[in-house]
């Protein structure tokens, strides 16, 4: 993949080299013609960063967008994205941790608010069903008075919950083809890993993982992982800062990956492009971005790509 396709349409701290510089929406300009990869956030955990949103992804096929993990902030993300939010119309949850699923209800009840009309499928563990109902029910008020009071449509008959409990073929559309894979996300069962294979491009997200050979088999020949990466040393500066130092390095690293083990998955799995993401540490000045290459760069010769809140791959 040329640098060129590459396209940052924001930078954490403000608006920079944007893909669409006026007020109009650049979605419509790219339907068709390409799959679209855009990351919204990068960073690892569920506490608020100044330089970086909670986990989540979207791809786009066709003006249809599925978004992949709602951390916190990820309507926003696709608004500075230019993601219309009327046009998601499926949402998927890999695991039940807050840093992937802190704004899963906000962002349909948001995106109801901004004009979506038609029907969401929503994927990912149990008990993903009742935190839907229970979200709209917490919500009933809004729900009931934009209904009235704004004439919009039901909200609640649109969204479709699904509950994943482990690897298969979710669904196959005129767009796309859906795989689920279950990873190993250390005490936290079920976490699940999802590839996305449309015409043009075949893309897997890790979700949170410790190195995992389901999804190295769920990967296969795919065009792009995007997969989550910790840097070792960089943990124990986090873990000198923290109160419960010894329980986190135990959650830490029998529940997630390390750079250069990133770098061994896709190898094994034989990716074209390694895209490192759900940074731990996040925002941390001392590990630059060639720390993070050449961590992932020992066991892989593919590209790999830094991400970065708002990237388009
Ligand atoms: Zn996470
Ligand atoms: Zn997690």
Known sequence: MERSRRRFICDAAGLVACVGTGATSVFS????S???LILLGTGGGPRP????YASSQVIIVDDHAYVIDCGDGVATQLTRARVPLATINNIFITHQH???NADYGNLMLLAWSAGLKTRVDTWGPPPL???TRLFFEMNVVDIRIRTVDEGRGPLIPLVHAHEIVSGTTLFKNDHVTVRSALVDHGMLKPALAYRFDTRDRSIVISGDTVKSQSLIDLASGADVLV???MYLPGIESLLARVPNAKSLKQHLLRSHTTAED???VAKAAGVKTLVLSHFVPADDPEISDSMWLDAARKNFDGEIIIGKDLMEI
Do not use: Y
């Open 29 to 32: 300009q790219t339907s068709k």
């Open 34 to 36: 390409k799959t679209r």
């Open 49 to 52: 960063r100044t330089n970086s």
């Open 98 to 100: 807050s840093d992937h």
């Open 129 to 131: 069903a009742r935190m």
């Open 227 to 229: 997969h989550e990466a």
């Open 262 to 264: 990133a770098g061994k």
